[in-house]
T-cell receptor, first 117, second 113 residues
């Protein structure tokens, strides 16, 4: 089974520059998540999509972060302008639905490691 | 707001030693509980989960966890660790039904051969 694909794997930028990350979820998965994992911390949910609609973006710093999932499949997460504290691994995850059931689980991608200098 | 505490940030064990990683959560309602593992260079994978029923849940690779509601705890255990268990382990919680996971800060486990 193909997993969640993310690119790029690594990105180094200077502060105030912009950056974009791409995620392709598992085929057929309606729900897509972006998490931010800062070194030494657990992943923190930034935004959750159900198909192409936003379910939860309460922890997304909307002044600089944006995300879209226009066709309900791929998603991009953008940071503009980047700050030093944005250095982190950005994880994408997907699941069949947004509601837990016994057999439901999240599948995570390998992440994009962002370094802001 | 929900929060998850993992007491041990780094654990070093010898092969065949027993493992117990602590996890406590704060939330007054009904929760779903999870343990995820991240092996070096790999993505997060689900080890086990608790939704309801038997509070002792068994997961992959010989891991198990016990949900103790009165202590708000969901500790991970393995009777005998292997070198291949070297990884970072994350406890996570969500409200019943909704898939918004709140993760702990993780525990790095190093198993020496």
């Amino acid at each position: 089974e193909a997993g969640v694909a993310q690119s790029p794997r690594y990105k180094i930028i200077e502060k105030r520059q912009s950056v974009a990350f791409w995620c392709n979820p598992i085929s057929g998965h309606a729900t897509l998540y972006w998490y931010q994992q800062i070194l030494g911390q657990g992943p923190k949910l930034l935004i959750q999509f159900q198909n192409n609609g936003v379910v939860d973006d309460s922890q997304l710093p909307k002044d600089r972060f944006s995300a879209e999932r226009l066709k309900g499949v791929d998603s991009t997460l953008k940071i503009q302008p980047a700050k030093l504290e944005d250095s982190a691994v950005y994880l994408c995850a997907s699941s069949l639905s947004w509601f837990w059931s016994t057999n439901e689980k999240l599948f995570f991608g390998s992440g994009t490691q962002l370094s802001v200098l | 707001a929900q929060s998850v505490s993992q007491h041990n940030h780094h654990v070093i064990l010898s092969e065949a030693a027993s493992l117990e990683l602590g996890c406590n959560y704060s939330y007054g309602g009904t929760v779903n509980l999870f343990w995820y593992v991240q092996y070096p260079g790999q993505h997060l994978q689900l080890l086990l989960k608790y939704f309801s029923g038997d509070p002792l849940v068994k997961g992959i690779k010989g891991f198990e966890a016990e949900f103790i509601k009165s202590k708000f705890s969901f500790n991970l255990r393995k009777p005998s660790v292997q070198w291949s268990d070297t990884a970072e382990y994350f406890c996570a919680v969500s409200n019943t039904g909704f898939q918004k996971l709140v993760f702990g800060t993780g525990t790095r486990l190093l198993v020496s051969p």
